[in-house]
């Protein structure tokens, strides 16, 4: 059963950048494909990002040329760089691989 634990939320600025990640422990990592979700408050958990384990990348319309996933199997990390930050992005974000979920990061866009 894969572990995972997210860092790198914060509070930020419109316009700023973040970078999350999201380590893996008890699993082959690079066997797996990796998403990111995030959930607004009030709102259902919402579909972010994902790689495939061979790196292919997929991520939602809204944050699509803002947002970029990527993974280094050598250090069992997914990342996922927010630029051009909204505060409509504003939300806990989670990742998830092999049917497990971390315990979410919070990032707050806010002037």
């Known amino acids: 059963q894969v572990q995972l634990v997210e860092s790198g939320g914060g509070l930020v600025q419109p316009g700023g950048s973040l970078r999350l990640s999201c380590t893996a422990s008890g699993a082959i990592f690079r066997l797996l494909a990796m998403d990111w979700y995030r959930q607004a408050p009030g709102k259902q958990r919402d579909f972010v990002a994902t790689?495939?384990?061979?790196?292919?990348?997929v991520v939602t319309t809204s944050v699509k040329g803002r947002f970029t996933i990527s993974r280094d199997n050598a250090k069992n990390t997914v990342y996922l760089q927010m630029n051009s930050l909204k505060p409509e992005d504003t939300a806990v974000y989670y990742c998830r691989g092999g049917d497990q979920w971390g315990q979410g990061t919070q990032v707050t866009v806010s002037a």
């Open positions: 790689i495939s384990s061979a790196g292919t990348t």
